[in-house]
Each structure stands twice: as structure tokens, then as C-alpha cells.
């Protein structure tokens, strides 16, 4: 019978390993779920259990390797070069999202710019594009979207389905009023945990990194051993609102954003048109929060998880 901790690590594991992506010890301890209620109160004492469940499961459940852990015993070593590549893949990727970042932070209304998805943890594929998550000035989302998504445009750096690499991919963008991202999930929403913990700031002058952490306390629920990231001087831009861009703001005020709304709105294409029906948190499109994620897997990647999950357990 595994012990809750052995589950919790497993259940870790087991979501990383959907991704091909084998952790190092410290990575584990940061990802740690928690299947039930809090294991321990006592933070040492947790980390002494986290160590002896490991040592356990090791290597009936979980393979070790080279300093990394994963629960696919016979795959192990290419995950370990892969996770590698695409280690060297998204620190040029990051280059290339820093240099987009520092265009778009002087446009309207544009308050923070994050990396998410697999870029943030560093597990970037060399044809994927680049996403963003944006906090824009409150009741100024569709003025902030408008200009952001033209100007790339404009240079070409709008993903396409004919070519998506390297291309900045602007699907979710909140405004200030709208740093509590909890009515967004669902239930079990595994990724979406994952996903807030590793959104990486890169330019973020306000600290609302900090802001967004602490109004969406439910992450640390399942995952209470993560920690924010601080991003460091290289891998964030300062950059001061200058007046050109406080001219902006004061002339792009409340009519326009109404018109750029409607405009918008009115050219949305069909697929996310019926999305927006179906009333789902895979597209959502309101006043403070823009979500365009048409293909949202969020429901699969449970499915997969509970899955892996489910094969261990019947062999314990």
C-alpha cells in the first residue's frame, strides 16, 4: 500500500512524464502534489518523508538516472536527452521572446508580459511558437490586444498554421481587476496548476507577479512546496512607461476601447464564436479577461494523468 507521500510523488511524476520531462530531485520536492489533505505540518518533517518515499518507490515505481527521476523505467535516458535539447532550444527561445517582449511593453496599456507554457520550464520544441500571458491596464484589455497583436502583424510574428515557429502567440491576456484566475478551472485541473506555477515574468515593472501570486492562493493547495519565480536581469527587461507611452494611454481611453471591442468581437472566427457558446473556460472573452485556447487539452491531459496515476497504483 503506498503511503500518501509515495502518491503525491508519483502524481508528479506522472504529469511530467505526459510531456516527456524527467525531474531532478529539487524539481520534484517544487512540483509535489498533494493528493489529499496536507501530509505534514511540520515542513522538515516533510521533507525527511519526501525522502525516504523516494528511496522507496526507487526503483520499483520510479527510475533514477543521471540525477533525474521518472516513472518510465525503460525510456528514461532519451526523455534525459530530449529534456537536454530542449533545455538549449528554449534559452534561444527566450532570446527571441525578450526582444518581442521589449517592443510590446511600450505599447497602451501594457502592464506585464509572461512566459508560459513549456518555454516557461525551460521544455520549449524547436518548431513550437511562443506564448505569452499579458496584464493589461483595467477596462483597457481590447485597446492593449489590438495593439499588440498589429504591431506583430505588422513584423510578422503572428503564429500561423502554416508556421508557428518562433512566433509570438498572444491567447491569454487579463487586466488588473482580474489577477484571480480560480473560476477558470476545472475540477482536478492538474494542468492548470502546473501552468500558473511556472508562468515566468519578463517584463514586469509594477511587481504584479507577486500581486497574481497571492490572489490565487488555490495553487498552493495541491502544489504547497512552489515558490514564485523571481526572474533574473538576464532573462527580464526594465523598461520605465516613457511619455510617448503615457501619451498614448491618455488619448487611448474609454471610447476606444469600446470600438476596438466591438471591432474585435465582430471578427472573431466561427470556431471561437461557438467556444464562446458552449461557455466553457477554454475561451473566454469579457471585459477583463481575454482566453482564446480553442484547443485547450486541458480535459485530455487529466485523462492521461489519471491514467498513468491508475497503472501504478494497480501494481502496488
Known amino acids: 500500500m503506498l503511503t500518501q507521500t509515495e502518491k503525491s510523488i508519483i502524481s508528479a511524476l506522472s504529469f511530467f512524464d505526459i510531456f516527456n520531462f524527467p525531474l531532478t530531485k529539487e524539481e520534484l520536492w517544487q512540483n509535489l502534489w498533494l493528493t489529499d489533505s496536507p501530509i505534514k505540518a511540520d515542513q522538515a518533517e516533510l521533507s525527511k518523508d519526501f525522502n525516504r518515499s523516494l528511496e522507496r518507490l526507487t526503483p520499483k515505481y520510479v527510475a533514477a538516472l543521471g540525477g533525474f527521476y521518472s516513472i518510465d523505467k525503460t525510456g528514461i535516458a532519451d526523455k534525459i536527452v530530449k529534456r537536454k535539447q530542449n533545455y538549449l532550444t528554449s534559452i534561444i527561445k527566450t532570446k527571441i521572446a525578450l526582444r518581442n517582449a521589449?517592443?510590446?511593453?511600450?505599447?497602451?496599456?501594457?502592464?506585464?508580459?509572461?512566459?508560459?507554457?513549456?518555454?516557461?520550464?525551460?521544455?520549449?520544441?524547436?518548431?513550437?511558437?511562443?506564448?505569452?500571458?499579458?496584464?493589461?491596464?483595467?477596462?483597457?484589455?481590447?485597446?492593449?490586444?489590438?495593439?499588440?497583436?498589429?504591431?506583430?502583424?505588422?513584423?510578422?510574428?503572428?503564429?500561423?498554421?502554416?508556421?508557428?515557429?518562433?512566433?509570438?502567440?498572444?491567447?491569454?491576456?487579463?487586466?488588473?481587476?482580474?489577477?484571480?484566475?480560480?473560476?477558470?478551472?476545472?475540477?482536478?485541473?492538474?494542468?492548470?496548476?502546473?501552468?500558473?506555477?511556472?508562468?515566468?515574468?519578463?517584463?514586469?515593472?509594477?511587481?504584479?507577479?507577486?500581486?497574481?501570486?497571492?490572489?490565487?492562493?488555490?495553487?498552493?493547495?495541491?502544489?504547497?512546496?512552489?515558490?514564485?519565480?523571481?526572474?533574473?536581469?538576464?532573462?527580464?527587461?526594465?523598461?520605465?512607461?516613457?511619455?510617448?507611452?503615457k501619451i498614448a494611454e491618455f488619448f487611448c481611453g474609454q471610447t476606444l476601447e469600446l470600438f476596438l471591442r466591438r471591432l474585435q468581437l465582430s471578427i472573431l472566427p466561427e470556431t471561437i464564436r461557438k467556444k464562446v457558446r458552449e461557455q466553457t473556460s477554454d475561451v473566454v472573452i469579457e471585459n477583463d479577461i481575454i482566453k482564446l485556447h480553442t484547443n485547450d487539452r486541458r480535459l485530455s491531459f487529466r485523462k492521461q494523468w489519471q491514467e498513468k496515476i491508475k497503472k501504478i497504483y494497480e501494481q502496488s
Open 102 to 245: 521589449r517592443l510590446l511593453c511600450r505599447l497602451p496599456h501594457v502592464r506585464a508580459i509572461f512566459l508560459c507554457n513549456t518555454l516557461a520550464y525551460g521544455n520549449a520544441n524547436p518548431n513550437s511558437d511562443i506564448d505569452f500571458f499579458m496584464i493589461t491596464r483595467e477596462n483597457r484589455i481590447f485597446t492593449a490586444r489590438f495593439f499588440a497583436n498589429a504591431l506583430l502583424k505588422i513584423l510578422r510574428r503572428r503564429p500561423t498554421r502554416q508556421n508557428a515557429k518562433n512566433k509570438i502567440c498572444l491567447s491569454f491576456l487579463v487586466d488588473g481587476n482580474h489577477l484571480r484566475l480560480g473560476d477558470l478551472l476545472y475540477q482536478d485541473d492538474v494542468y492548470f496548476h502546473y501552468w500558473f506555477k511556472q508562468i515566468v515574468p519578463i517584463f514586469d515593472p509594477e511587481n504584479l507577479g507577486a500581486n497574481i501570486w497571492s490572489n490565487n492562493s488555490w495553487m498552493q493547495i495541491k502544489l504547497p512546496n512552489a515558490t514564485r519565480y523571481v526572474s533574473s536581469s538576464r532573462q527580464s527587461i526594465s523598461h520605465k512607461t516613457g511619455i510617448f507611452k
